[in-house]
């Protein structure tokens, strides 16, 4: 199997000079390919990628007209016949036109040598729902084709072609290889993960009425998405809990639209409810203001008022409808967010009156102190915070009774990983390799679709793409290379952590070659490639 265990081998064999109307060629699926790329010297015409079952991996195939600009520009692939005329499931092969967006800025707080380009200049990030696009003379453009392998692939060597088509004209053929390498990924994913997300904002993009049948309908498509790129935790906000005071005094808890939710969400596939958070800052807001709960209301059914709901009676009953929904054990509470060291005392005391109201229910937050002691179990650490502290958080972790997980949001930035617009792809993938790497057990991040009104990156608090990864589409959520560099990020941690269970000393040694620290990692995506191939061969191998 000598190139079985490769992720990506582009063909060796120098290209000959390319004829016709077009310049065609390929080359990873971390590479920000921009309208001005021109093709390389030694540039690659054919694909191969290595795959794990239950795995998905990508290449790029780049157009450029040469004088004239060609309408009606398709890509096709075919269908995969393997040996003996094994042929991959439809539709395992997808290959989508790669969108850009105008940036007019760059992400506030990162020099030049950590951006994959200098704005204002359109970049390389949605995947476009065209199936054809119009290519202008002298300008590049890049079509992202993903391969799915299902875990009931039988291994071995497939091969097919992707066709470049301008209406009826054939323009190139790109030879397509996959060999699914005999390694199983895990149906479940090996590192916790949420990203928030606004439901309003999809009723709003896709002009329909929340909470109706339509709405529905979107949000589970958007869930099934979420699923498909490892996330399994899903932010359910305490509004979807309607509540009424009768005329003596007690509560009735409408819990109808969260259990639908719950449900939806499950039945996609993830697999942790994410309660939102009880508590806020004061007013007039200030980042070191301390914390206090946030009103609840129930409407009075004698008068239509408004009136407050205790803190504690609240999450009393949303406990006992956990418990009596059998949900308690896959739920997470939020007290209040990003307590830091000025403020931590007020968020420890609430944090208190939620465990003493629904002692059953862990306390997960994003954080940015030292300390907080037995009043938290799930701790998220901004990136940066984690490398100052980490030797104290580790320590904590190695007690026990707490789960130590990552975040980023528009920072860090500069050196360390995230996933903006203007950084290279890489950065995005080697997100879940840092979890891996420190030993972390989750990551969060609160923008999947926070999107302004005009989807517009610029509009973002100091760094294009920190709101949102993926774009609001025809039937359901569009992706980004982004979105899909993170896919397969997620997918790295379940490879590497198959290959620690079987060899801890190689896959550490392996992953500390990528990601040596925080800031400190491979610019170069063959680093990675080379350490998958390591991981790969090493699991296709009988165990000893």
């Given at each position: 199997?000598?190139?079985?265990?490769?992720?990506?081998?582009?063909?060796?064999?120098?290209?000959?000079?390319?004829?016709?109307?077009?310049?065609?060629?390929?080359?990873?699926?971390l590479e920000n390919v921009f309208h001005d790329a021109t093709q390389p010297r030694r540039a690659s015409t054919a694909i191969r990628?290595?795959?794990?079952?239950?795995?998905?991996?990508?290449?790029?195939?780049?157009?450029?007209?040469?004088?004239?600009?060609?309408?009606?520009?398709?890509?096709?692939?075919?269908?995969?016949?393997?040996?003996?005329?094994?042929?991959?499931?439809?539709?395992a092969v997808r290959a989508n036109w790669i969108?850009?967006?105008?940036?007019?800025?760059?992400?506030?707080?990162?020099?030049?040598?950590?951006?994959?380009?200098?704005?204002?200049?359109?970049?390389?990030?949605?995947?476009?729902d065209d199936e054809s696009v119009t290519l202008c003379a002298g300008s590049s453009q890049p079509a992202l084709v993903r391969v799915a392998i299902p875990r009931e692939t039988e291994p071995g060597v497939y091969?097919?072609?992707?066709?470049?088509?301008?209406?009826?004209?054939?323009?190139?053929?790109?030879?397509?290889?996959?060999?699914?390498?005999?390694?199983?990924?895990?149906?479940?994913?090996?590192?916790?993960?949420?990203?928030?997300?606004?439901?309003?904002?999809i009723a709003l993009q896709h002009h329909i009425e929340e909470w109706g049948d339509e709405h529905w309908r979107l949000l589970r498509a958007y869930a099934e998405d979420m699923h498909t790129h490892g996330q399994t935790m899903f932010q359910t906000d305490l509004e979807l809990i309607r509540v009424s005071r009768e005329s003596d005094g007690s509560y009735t808890f409408d819990y109808s639209r969260f259990d639908r939710w719950v449900e939806l969400f499950f039945a996609?596939?993830?697999?942790?409810?994410?309660?939102?958070?009880?508590?806020?800052?004061?007013?007039?807001?200030?980042?070191?203001?301390?914390?206090?709960?946030?009103?609840r209301r129930a409407t009075?059914?004698?008068?239509?008022?408004?009136?407050?709901?205790?803190?504690?009676?609240?999450?009393?009953?949303?406990?006992?409808?956990?418990?009596?929904?059998?949900?308690?054990?896959?739920?997470?509470?939020?007290?209040?967010?990003?307590?830091?060291?000025?403020?931590?005392?007020?968020?420890?005391?609430?944090?208190?009156?939620?465990?003493?109201?629904?002692?059953?229910?862990?306390?997960i937050e994003a954080i940015q102190a030292p300390d907080f002691g037995r009043d938290l179990e799930i701790w998220v650490v901004e990136e940066s915070y984690l490398e100052r502290w980490y030797d104290m958080y580790r320590a904590r972790q190695q007690v026990g009774g707490m789960e130590l997980w990552l975040y980023t949001s528009w920072l860090p930035q500069g050196a360390y990983l995230n996933r903006l617009i203007d950084y290279p792809l890489l950065k995005?993938?080697?997100?879940?390799?840092?979890?891996?790497?420190?030993?972390l057990s989750g990551w969060l991040h609160w923008g999947l679709n926070q999107w302004p009104s005009d989807v517009d990156p610029n509009k973002g608090l100091f760094a294009p793409g920190d709101d949102f990864i993926v774009y609001p589409g025809r039937d359901g959520p569009r992706s980004s290379l982004r979105w899909e560099a993170f896919r397969d990020g997620i997918e790295d941690h379940a490879l590497f952590t198959l290959w620690r269970r079987r060899n801890p000393a190689a896959a550490l040694a392996a992953l500390r070659d990528v990601v040596p620290s925080f800031t400190t990692y491979s610019r170069d995506p063959a680093i990675l490639r080379a350490a998958r191939e390591r991981a790969l061969l090493a699991l296709s191998r009988p165990s000893p």
């Open positions: 199997m000598s190139t079985a265990a490769v992720l990506v081998l582009l063909a060796a064999v120098p290209a000959a000079p390319a004829q016709g109307v077009v310049d065609v060629w390929t080359t990873h699926g990628l290595a795959v794990a079952r239950g795995e998905t991996e990508s290449a790029q195939i780049v157009l450029r007209a040469k004088e004239t600009c060609l309408d009606s520009v398709r890509v096709e692939p075919s269908l995969m016949v393997g040996t003996r005329g094994r042929r991959l499931a439809a539709g969108g850009y967006v105008w940036l007019s800025r760059n992400s506030d707080h990162t020099p030049d040598s950590e951006l994959v380009r200098r704005a204002p200049d359109d970049f390389p990030d949605p995947l476009l091969h097919g072609t992707v066709s470049l088509r301008a209406g009826a004209e054939l323009l190139r053929t790109v030879g397509l290889t996959v060999d699914v390498v005999p390694v199983t990924l895990p149906d479940l994913p090996s590192l916790r993960v949420t990203h928030w997300f606004s439901s309003r904002a996609a596939g993830l697999s942790d409810i994410e309660l939102m958070h009880v508590g806020r800052r004061t007013e007039p807001w200030a980042w070191t203001n301390p914390f206090e709960p946030i009103p009075a059914t004698a008068s239509g008022d408004t009136v407050d709901i205790p803190l504690e009676d609240y999450l009393k009953d949303l406990q006992r409808h956990l418990v009596e929904r059998g949900w308690v054990d896959k739920a997470v509470i939020h007290v209040a967010d990003e307590p830091i060291v000025e403020n931590v005392e007020s968020w420890r005391a609430l944090s208190r009156r939620v465990h003493a109201a629904a002692p059953r229910l862990k306390r995005t993938r080697l997100l879940p390799w840092i979890a891996l790497r420190y030993e």
